[in-house]
């Protein structure tokens, strides 16, 4: 066979051990093992049936073919009317890309402002996509940490006074996986103010869990502050919001000087999204909100019953996350690291979740627990985590 040569920046490229830790989970509960999966990464809730019927008729209506690559001019439309009523503010319909799910959005930031001598903040922990695409596009990648006396709300101070003349780009996400922080009003308006001192970085606001919070107040949203509009780019999608990962669909509003660009980039890479799953978006954004409030409040009370269970064990102190369908205990107290902890409870318990330093150097100390599955089964998962804490 012929050695092959791969560009070097292929070895630079990370992943998401979410996938790892789920993939071995399946494996286990295919051999028969009552395997409880607590390291999902999406929702468990049913998309919108007007989504779903919207899709179908597509299809049966042989809306077969390519669509403008920036998405269906109507579904564009819809995202700024949906962000119109949801946030009060106006973003103009051609600034809008529909993507094949949300993550892509990161890969053109990346691609676009990533290259060597530039440097990327990103937030440690954090989704590990960032790190790994900043480490794949070849710029510096620089972690600002997400502190658990903070509720992991990020410190705009510390974040400012990381920012040099090499960054390009700063990834926010709020709320955050994985971690459920949401970040402060003040904060926000603290780092924006203070990212008028430099005009030349970007910003990439990761807004895909911007529906699932549990505070009275919404998280805000950096599409709220029109000074930063012309650098800013805010990702979002369906896949948390209407419980639609797997449609692959997802949105996000550019600077009107890079839409000429990222437009090239989905041209290159995409073409344009699956023509039945943009209808279905598109029902979804205009349909009944039902199924949206009904998940939220349901995952308002599995946070209850998780931040319970797991701060009256001993060995766990857990902060109630603002937002998204994760907590993020501290699990010190157990002595053991978070990867020992998860591969342990995995293959001793049959209870999947994930160690904490999967999303960065700060997250060790830490696992994630997703709460996106019925409370009965979280009821089950946290039994078998006590039984095995107390054996260790
Ligand atoms: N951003 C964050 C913070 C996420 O947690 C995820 C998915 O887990 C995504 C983006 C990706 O969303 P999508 O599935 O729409 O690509």
């Given at each position: 066979m012929n050695e092959l040569t791969l560009a070097a920046r292929m070895s630079r490229l990370g992943t998401e051990s979410a996938f790892d830790v789920l993939m071995r989970a399946n494996r286990m509960a295919a051999d028969g093992c009552d395997v409880i999966n607590?390291?999902?990464?999406?929702?468990?809730a049913q998309p919108p049936e007007t989504a779903i019927e919207a899709a179908r008729k597509a299809l049966r209506d042989a809306h077969h073919g390519y669509t403008d690559p920036p998405g269906l001019p109507a579904l564009r439309e819809a995202v700024a009317a949906n962000l119109h009523r949801r946030l009060g503010i106006d973003v103009a319909p051609d600034l809008i890309l529909v993507t094949p799910g949300a993550k892509p959005v990161m890969f053109f930031a990346m691609l676009m402002f990533g290259e060597s001598e530039a440097e990327i903040l990103y937030p440690d922990p954090g989704f590990p996509i960032y790190r790994s695409m900043i480490d794949f596009s070849g710029a510096g990648a620089i972690p600002y940490r997400l502190e658990e006396s903070r509720g992991f709300s990020l410190d705009p101070e510390s974040v400012l006074s990381q920012v040099t003349e090499r960054t390009r780009l700063i990834i926010l996400n709020s709320?955050?996986?994985?971690?459920g922080g949401v970040t402060a009003g003040q904060d926000m308006d603290r780092l924006v103010e203070g990212l008028l001192d430099h005009p030349q970085v970007a910003i990439l606001s990761d807004e895909i869990y911007d529906q699932i919070y549990f505070d009275e107040s919404r998280p805000v949203s950096?599409?709220?502050?029109?000074?930063?509009r012309d650098r800013l780019i805010v990702l979002n999608g369906w896949s948390k919001t209407y419980a639609m990962t797997g449609w692959r669909l997802g949105y996000s509003v550019w600077p009107r000087q890079l839409m000429d660009v990222v437009s090239r980039l989905a041209i290159n890479s995409h073409s344009c999204v699956n023509t039945a799953a943009q209808m279905g978006g598109l029902a979804a954004l205009e349909g009944p909100q039902d199924t949206v409030s009904a998940m939220v409040s349901e995952f308002a009370s599995r946070r209850t019953q998780l931040v319970d269970r797991l701060n009256g064990l001993s060995w766990f102190s857990c902060q109630a996350p603002g937002g998204a369908f994760y907590v993020f205990p501290n699990i010190t107290n157990t002595g053991l690291s978070g990867r020992i902890f998860q591969d342990r409870l995995l293959t001793e318990t049959g209870v999947a979740l994930i160690a904490?330093?999967?999303?960065?150097?700060?997250?060790?100390?830490f696992v994630r627990i997703s709460f996106a599955l019925d409370q009965s089964r979280i009821e089950e998962g946290m039994d078998r985590i006590g039984h095995f804490v107390s054996n260790l």
């Amino acid at each position: 066979m012929n050695e092959l040569t791969l560009a070097a920046r292929m070895s630079r490229l990370g992943t998401e051990s979410a996938f790892d830790v789920l993939m071995r989970a399946n494996r286990m509960a295919a051999d028969g093992c009552d395997v409880i999966n607590l390291g999902i990464g999406q929702p468990d809730a049913q998309p919108p049936e007007t989504a779903i019927e919207a899709a179908r008729k597509a299809l049966r209506d042989a809306h077969h073919g390519y669509t403008d690559p920036p998405g269906l001019p109507a579904l564009r439309e819809a995202v700024a009317a949906n962000l119109h009523r949801r946030l009060g503010i106006d973003v103009a319909p051609d600034l809008i890309l529909v993507t094949p799910g949300a993550k892509p959005v990161m890969f053109f930031a990346m691609l676009m402002f990533g290259e060597s001598e530039a440097e990327i903040l990103y937030p440690d922990p954090g989704f590990p996509i960032y790190r790994s695409m900043i480490d794949f596009s070849g710029a510096g990648a620089i972690p600002y940490r997400l502190e658990e006396s903070r509720g992991f709300s990020l410190d705009p101070e510390s974040v400012l006074s990381q920012v040099t003349e090499r960054t390009r780009l700063i990834i926010l996400n709020s709320p955050a996986n994985p971690t459920g922080g949401v970040t402060a009003g003040q904060d926000m308006d603290r780092l924006v103010e203070g990212l008028l001192d430099h005009p030349q970085v970007a910003i990439l606001s990761d807004e895909i869990y911007d529906q699932i919070y549990f505070d009275e107040s919404r998280p805000v949203s950096l599409l709220e502050y029109p000074d930063i509009r012309d650098r800013l780019i805010v990702l979002n999608g369906w896949s948390k919001t209407y419980a639609m990962t797997g449609w692959r669909l997802g949105y996000s509003v550019w600077p009107r000087q890079l839409m000429d660009v990222v437009s090239r980039l989905a041209i290159n890479s995409h073409s344009c999204v699956n023509t039945a799953a943009q209808m279905g978006g598109l029902a979804a954004l205009e349909g009944p909100q039902d199924t949206v409030s009904a998940m939220v409040s349901e995952f308002a009370s599995r946070r209850t019953q998780l931040v319970d269970r797991l701060n009256g064990l001993s060995w766990f102190s857990c902060q109630a996350p603002g937002g998204a369908f994760y907590v993020f205990p501290n699990i010190t107290n157990t002595g053991l690291s978070g990867r020992i902890f998860q591969d342990r409870l995995l293959t001793e318990t049959g209870v999947a979740l994930i160690a904490g330093n999967s999303f960065g150097n700060a997250g060790e100390g830490f696992v994630r627990i997703s709460f996106a599955l019925d409370q009965s089964r979280i009821e089950e998962g946290m039994d078998r985590i006590g039984h095995f804490v107390s054996n260790l």
